[in-house]
């Protein structure tokens, strides 16, 4: 079986209802109490999770300690699950399922967001590489100990190694409406050199089998639904704390050279626009009357900031739900169904806030310096760590080191430990290694 294929098992896809098939659980588990839905249980279990905890911890845009009130992954995680669960509630999917991949969504990222992600991407070259979505699910089937497989049960083609973790144990549907990329490594439906991926090699029974019956390289419906939530949350939020921070100019988007280097990013969210399509879509937003003229720090300026913030999340949701009943008609929405239509105007006015919020907060010089440093206590840590392994790891990496079956196998429980780190604990950590403490 390739990277990219998945079971077509005509015992899970023809037999078994739909409903069964999608609450299904890797490994069968009874129900504790009468009334609860699957879905439930999937949100709580995600919902108490100590690797949801850890990204209280975890870089969003600013780091966690620079800031008395900052958005860390955590918070982000919370905002996303708040409007997908109503996007998805107002197109017919279960509002449980949606909360849940949108709490799931960024669980796998590491200490110090994207720079950390990349970085370990570096480290982790010898065993497939690192990928923040790929490490989602392996937290989410693997690394979050909550169920175990039976130790005395025969292995299936798509079962789980007998006596094996299997994390959370959510229902198919909940793991993939998680899976923003539902492929391999080098398994892009479109763009093999893409370097997004949802899954490592190591774990591709669980994908193959959460996949099962699935259109290869397509998204359910409530994964795009948790797609396009992030993108709403973190373009809008991020713009709102850039311009209470200071960073931002209104008056500065009105500048032509500004405004050339601000369409310079927004490609990189929206490659098939050129400038002139992306200014219109900046004045399309700076005509509105909620658009705040300066920001001042008083009371009602920010109370200002709020409502951009609740318009921009009113006007690119609604648009998303109006296109896609245009398109699919009324009735509950979900699964393999439909795909959630986003008009392309509104597209791109989410890139160019993206790109406000790269220019003014994460290109700022300080931030660069910073992320120049994260890089090199990320590489450190691998560097440190593998040597000494399996001293220094915390006991479940350590049992995951001693087991391995290879170099590679080994490497990843590594890689694992450093993933598990928030901002803070990684600095320490490398601190005392550095300092030639004891792991």
Not at 11 to 26: F, I, L, N, S
Request: proline share 6%; net charge negative; charged share 25%.
């Amino acid at each position: 079986m390739d990277a990219t294929s998945y079971s077509t098992d005509p015992m899970t896809t023809d037999e078994m209802p739909a409903a069964d098939h999608a609450q299904a659980r890797w490994v069968p588990e009874p129900d504790k109490r009468p009334g609860r839905t699957a879905f439930q249980r999937d949100r709580a279990r995600v919902l108490h999770s100590a690797a949801l905890r850890r990204l209280a911890g975890t870089t969003q845009v600013v780091a966690p300690m620079r800031s008395d009130f900052p958005r860390t992954r955590l918070t982000h995680s919370l905002e996303c699950a708040q409007v997908g669960r109503e996007l998805g509630a107002a197109l017919g999917c279960d509002p449980d399922l949606v909360e849940t991949a949108c709490l799931a969504h960024d669980i796998g990222h590491p200490p110090f967001g994207h720079t950390g992600e990349s970085a370990l991407d570096q480290a982790a070259e010898a065993c497939g590489g690192f990928e923040g979505n790929a490490q989602s699910l392996r937290i989410l089937t693997r690394l979050e100990p909550k169920r175990f497989a039976p130790a005395g049960a025969e292995r299936t083609r798509l079962g789980p190694r007998p006596g094996s973790s299997v994390g959370l144990n959510l229902t198919r549907a909940a793991l993939d409406a998680a899976t923003k990329y539902p492929w391999a490594r080098g398994g892009h439906p479109t763009d093999p050199h893409s370097p997004k991926f949802g899954v490592y090699a190591d774990d591709l029974p669980v994908f193959h089998w959460l996949r099962a019956g699935a259109p290869l390289g397509r998204r359910c419906f409530e994964a795009t639904v948790m797609d396009w939530s992030d993108d709403v949350a973190y373009s809008t939020h991020d713009v709102e704390d850039g311009l209470q921070a200071g960073h931002i100019d209104p008056a500065a988007l009105h500048g032509a050279e500004e405004r050339a280097e601000l369409f310079k990013i927004a490609e990189r969210y929206a490659g098939d626009a050129g400038p002139e399509e992306l200014g219109e879509a900046l004045d399309r937003l700076l005509a509105e009357e909620w658009w705040p003229r300066g920001y001042d720090g008083s009371a009602r300026a920010r109370a200002g900031l709020k409502d951009l913030t609740s318009q921009l999340i009113g006007r690119f949701c609604l648009a998303a739900e109006q296109a896609t009943r245009a398109r699919y008609g009324p009735g509950r929405l979900s699964r393999y169904a439909a795909e959630l239509v986003v008009p392309r105007e509104v597209r791109l006015e989410c890139a160019v806030l993206k790109a406000v919020a790269v220019r003014y907060v994460m290109q700022r010089d300080e931030q660069a310096q910073l992320r120049a440093r994260q890089r090199i206590v990320i590489a450190e840590l691998a560097e440190l760590l593998g040597r000494d392994a399996p001293a220094g790891l915390d006991p479940v990496f350590a049992a995951q080191y001693r087991e391995a079956e290879d170099d590679r196998a080994a490497l990843r429980a590594v890689i694992d430990q450093i993933a598990t780190l928030t901002d803070a604990s990684a600095l320490a950590l490398h601190a005392r290694l550095s300092a030639g403490g004891k792991p």
